[in-house]
């Protein structure tokens, strides 16, 4: 009972810190919702605390690192394409579904597909939460401005993560533990297990790719300012990169009952997928590239609901920008959420390899 009164209490104080940070974050956006429009309101929510842009010097101001963060992990992932289940991961210190969690609340996760609503475009879904009049066939249908090369022995994609950490359960189960924490060092765990499978595809398909595994959320704060500066020294020291991508994972639901998101292929459940692509109208912060990037998001969409339907949440449109100002392919990419289990998410990361290899 003790240890459970503990962890309620870590719980209290971390849900009490999240609380006063996106605070701040609103209050540092009502400037924009009064200067602007309602439309900014909606995108408040959608803005990370610490997301700069850094655009018109193409640096980002020197920041403290702590010692997990100063390796600069940079790695060319050839890992093999198979799918794999959570059984044959090393749990070492992470959460286990069926260890003994005895005196410890037990919740329930609930299974949901997110479906067709916001604006239709082809076979894919936009939610535009701006008062834009934007031409999203078009764009769909616009050529890329930028040419991947096919079998090319530089650096064409790079895979990286603002938040290295976020984690998903052990298996797909229908409940959680009150001792549940979805952040993790352990990589079998974490999204980098998902780079890994998004960069593995895309290898075997002829598209080289760095996986770069920087820890940039050993702190949460400023870990967008970590992530763009690696970024940047990937894109310095190899200039041919074109395409950008942040791979996240979402978090739904409550701290009692989580919801997870799925579709099915080829009898496999997989974790749904939601793309967030922002713009910058009237080139307030330097984000030019904005329908370049948006171009690329809807290409992404219409081919993986083409190809595995059900795949992808509607697309995320809005006022934000988080690090996809910096070139012409930079995207942020959720992959499931906190509940999903770690096979339903890799899985998803291995359609998602596919679906990049064929738009690009």
């Not at 769909?140 to 895979?159: E, Y």
């Not at 598209?207 to 870990?223: A, E, P, W």
Request: charged residues 25%; glycine residues 8%.
């Amino acid at each position: 009972m003790l240890k459970g009164r503990i962890i309620k209490g870590i719980k209290a104080f971390v849900s009490i810190g999240l609380v006063f940070t996106a605070v701040v974050c609103v209050l540092r956006r009502l400037p924009e919702v009064f200067n602007n429009n309602d439309a900014a309101l909606a995108a408040a929510a959608f803005t990370l605390t610490d997301g700069k842009y850094y655009a018109e010097s193409g640096t980002v101001p020197e920041t403290t690192y702590g010692a997990a963060e100063q390796t600069h992990s940079e790695q060319t992932t050839l890992a093999a394409v198979n799918y794999s289940d959570s059984r044959n991961r090393d749990k070492s210190g992470y959460y286990d579904s069926f260890a003994d969690h005895s005196g410890e609340a037990v919740y329930e996760v609930e299974q949901k597909t997110i479906g067709s609503f916001g604006t239709k475009v082809d076979g894919c879904f936009v939610k535009n939460y701006t008062e834009l009049d934007v031409d999203f066939s078009k764009l769909l249908n616009n050529a890329l401005p930028f040419t991947v090369k096919k079998n090319s022995d530089k650096p064409q994609v790079l895979i990286y993560h603002t938040h290295t950490g976020e984690a998903y359960l052990d298996a797909d189960v229908d409940y959680f533990y009150e001792s549940f924490y979805s952040r993790t060092n352990n990589n079998s765990f974490n999204v980098v297990a998902v780079g890994d499978a998004i960069a593995g595809v895309l290898e075997k398909n002829g598209v080289k790719t760095i996986h770069d595994t920087t820890v940039h959320d050993s702190t949460y704060n400023g870990s967008y300012d970590r992530s763009a500066q690696t970024v940047m020294d990937n894109m310095k020291k190899h200039p041919e990169i074109k395409v950008v991508l942040d791979i996240h994972r979402d978090a739904l639901g409550s701290e009692e009952k989580k919801v997870k998101t799925v579709f099915e292929h080829n009898g496999k459940k997989g974790a749904q997928i939601m793309i967030l692509s922002g713009c910058d109208p009237d080139n307030e912060r330097g984000f030019q590239n904005w329908r370049n990037n948006l171009s690329l998001a809807l290409k992404i969409q219409n081919t993986a609901e083409k190809l595995y339907p059900g795949m992808t949440r509607p697309m995320d449109f809005g006022y934000f920008a988080y690090n996809e100002y910096i070139c012409d392919g930079s995207l942020l990419i959720e992959i499931g959420t906190d509940a999903n289990s770690i096979d339903e998410a890799e899985y998803s990361g291995m359609l998602l390899g596919d679906v990049l290899s064929r738009v690009l």
